[in-house]
Structures are given as structure tokens and as C-alpha cells.
């Protein structure tokens, strides 16, 4: 997974110009694919598009070796704290899963 950074800003959204300076962004490196859930929520009643999906969970996981958050959908239940890893992307969303090790302990 690809993070971009400038003025000490870091994201997993591709972006041209820095926000904070203006400069155009050029500092991008490879993070693992590892992170922590941050803070979570159970979509009971989705929008349209994703209502074959409910209850689903939504997380903002704090990427391993970053600064960077991301938002993703979880296939498994989990807890602040549990550590999760990408599984896939689809249609441009990011969808974890527990990590294996902790999944099994």
C-alpha cells in the first residue's frame, strides 16, 4: 500500500498538491498492508447500493508504520484495537479482515 507525505501530512489518497504548502506532493513508500482498528461502527441500515452487504462494519484503521488512517469495511467483528490486515480491494473500497494471529488466539 502505497502512502503519499508533505509537510509531515501523510495519506493513502493520491493527491497532485500538498494542502498545506502547495508544493506539488513527490514523497510516496510502501507501507504494510497492516493496521489497527482506531474506531468502528456496524451499518445496520445501508444505502441502496450496499444493503446486500448489512450489517456490515465500517473502521477507521490506523496503518502500521504511518501516520495515515483509511477507511475500510471489515468482514469480520472486531474491536478497537484488533489488528487487521487488507484482504482485497473492490470498486475502489478497502476491505480488511482480522489479522490470522489474532483471528486464532
Do not use: W
Amino acid at each position: 500500500m502505497i502512502v503519499y507525505e508533505c509537510c509531515g501530512i501523510e495519506s493513502v489518497t493520491k493527491k497532485v498538491y500538498c494542502s498545506s504548502c502547495g508544493k506539488e506532493i513527490t514523497n510516496e513508500y510502501d507501507v504494510p498492508e497492516v493496521g489497527t482498528v482506531y474506531s468502528f461502527t456496524v451499518i445496520q441500515v445501508p444505502p441502496t447500493q450496499f444493503a446486500h452487504l448489512a450489517p456490515y462494519t465500517v473502521a477507521l484503521v490506523q496503518l502500521n508504520n504511518t501516520k495515515a488512517k483509511l477507511t475500510a469495511r471489515i468482514v469480520d467483528q472486531v474491536n478497537i484495537g484488533d489488528e487487521v490486515k487488507l484482504e482485497k480491494i473492490v470498486d475502489g473500497a478497502y476491505v480488511f479482515k482480522k489479522s490470522e494471529v489474532l483471528h486464532n488466539s
